[in-house]
Each structure stands twice: as structure tokens, then as C-alpha cells.
């Protein structure tokens, strides 16, 4: 199998008890199909494969974190983003609480 993306001079966190750290993976349809060496990834390389130089970068797959805490930032809101006065302070007697904050979507 052919790998249409290759990452080399990086550091990889492999986890694995007997090679937690590797330099390079071979990775063909967004699936890793090989983890090592250089010498031991460059063997899936094929001609319209996409090589990276990450030039001793930290990798760390799968830790995609996407979520926010919409009650705190709410609560946080006049005193983060009104102190940096990214958004204009409330005019008197304007309601400045979640309702404020939820109008900005």
C-alpha cells in the first residue's frame, strides 16, 4: 500500500511500549499505515505522494478539541471583551447580561 502523505523529522507520541516516540508516518486516506523511521516510512512513498519536512515539530494526532462553555464566557463577557473594548460598553439602562451576549449572534 502507498501512502499519499508523508511526515518526516518530526515527533511522533506513538504510545506504544517499545517505540513511544517515532520520526516520520505514512499516512493513505487519512489513516496512518506506517509509523517509524524515515528510511522504514519512505518505503510507501509512491510519486504523487505529498511529503512534509516537519523539521522536529511535536505531532499529536486525534486531540481535536472543539467546544466552547457558552455560560461562563456569558458570564465573562463585559469584563474580557468590553475591558479590551472589542465591543462598545452598554448604554444606560441597556441590559448587560446573557441577553446582551446572545444578541451578538
Known amino acids: 500500500m502507498k501512502a499519499d502523505l508523508i511526515l518526516v523529522k518530526g515527533r511522533f507520541?506513538?504510545?506504544d511500549p517499545s517505540d513511544r516516540e517515532v520520526c516520520a508516518v505514512a499516512v493513505k486516506d487519512?489513516?496512518?499505515v506506517a509509523v517509524g523511521s524515515e528510511p522504514e516510512v519512505m518505503s510507501f512513498k509512491r510519486d504523487r505522494t505529498r511529503?512534509?519536512?516537519l523539521k522536529g515539530s511535536r505531532v499529536i494526532p486525534g486531540l481535536n478539541d472543539s467546544h466552547i462553555h457558552a455560560i461562563r464566557e456569558g458570564l465573562n463577557y463585559?469584563?474580557?471583551l468590553r475591558t479590551k473594548r472589542v465591543f462598545p460598553a452598554p448604554s444606560r439602562g441597556q441590559d448587560s447580561s446573557?441577553?446582551?451576549f446572545g444578541s451578538l449572534f
Do not use: A, G, Q, V
Request: with cysteine; charged share 25%.
Open 78 to 80: 463585559n469584563m474580557e
Open 98 to 100: 446573557l441577553r446582551s
Open 30 to 32: 487519512c489513516r496512518f
Open 51 to 53: 511529503i512534509i519536512d
Open 13 to 15: 507520541t506513538t504510545l
